[in-house]
């Protein structure tokens, strides 16, 4: 083999062995979040309601607290899961809740609207794995 080859292929028999990096602060695989009061379904009248959020086998804590198993929570309005690679947008649709609430009171227009809860790290990035709630639809009158 020439030296080069060999190089080669001792480098890809290191990256081989390499550990993997997960992509985010690391999360227990039995964290889990979830949406504890409107209920699904739930039909509110008016649109300010409050939203109370829990969360199992992880703390809650504000933004830029680097500890393991904790984050924030943030709200995500008639919008799917972002990308679980990059910060947690904060727009309309994205409410962060970076003081460590676990509830807030939020205001929507009258319809039907999803709410779904997604934890953050210290960094507004979500979890590895992700800790999320299950999407709950609910309707403003």
Same mark, same amino acid.
């Given at each position: 083999?020439?030296?080069?080859?060999? @190089?080669?292929?001792?480098?890809?028999?290191?990256?081989?062995? !390499?550990?993997? %990096?997960? !992509?985010?602060?690391?999360?227990?695989?039995? !964290?889990?979040?979830?949406?504890?009061?409107?209920?699904?379904?739930?039909?509110? !009248?008016?649109?300010?309601?409050?939203?109370?959020?829990?969360?199992?086998?992880?703390?809650?804590?504000?933004?830029?607290?680097?500890?393991?198993?904790?984050?924030?929570?943030?709200? @995500? $309005?008639?919008?799917?899961?972002?990308?679980?690679?990059?910060?947690?947008?904060?727009?309309?649709?994205?409410?962060? %809740?970076?003081?460590?609430?676990?509830?807030?009171? $939020?205001?929507?227009?009258?319809?039907?609207?999803?709410?779904?809860? @997604?934890?953050?790290?210290?960094?507004?990035?979500?979890?590895?794995?992700?800790?999320?709630?299950?999407?709950?639809? $609910?309707?403003?009158?």
């Amino acid at each position: 083999m020439t030296r080069g080859i060999k @190089l080669a292929a001792l480098a890809a028999a290191i990256l081989s062995t !390499a550990p993997a %990096f997960a !992509a985010g602060t690391p999360s227990p695989a039995n !964290a889990e979040a979830y949406i504890i009061w409107p209920p699904d379904g739930a039909v509110v !009248a008016g649109g300010k309601l409050w939203v109370r959020m829990g969360l199992r086998n992880m703390g809650v804590c504000p933004k830029g607290v680097e500890k393991p198993n904790v984050g924030h929570h943030h709200l @995500l $309005i008639d919008t799917p899961l972002p990308p679980m690679d990059a910060e947690i947008p904060s727009d309309r649709n994205h409410l962060h %809740f970076g003081a460590g609430e676990t509830e807030a009171r $939020i205001e929507l227009p009258p319809g039907k609207h999803t709410l779904q809860m @997604l934890l953050g790290d210290h960094k507004h990035v979500p979890h590895d794995p992700p800790v999320y709630s299950k999407q709950i639809s $609910i309707t403003v009158r």
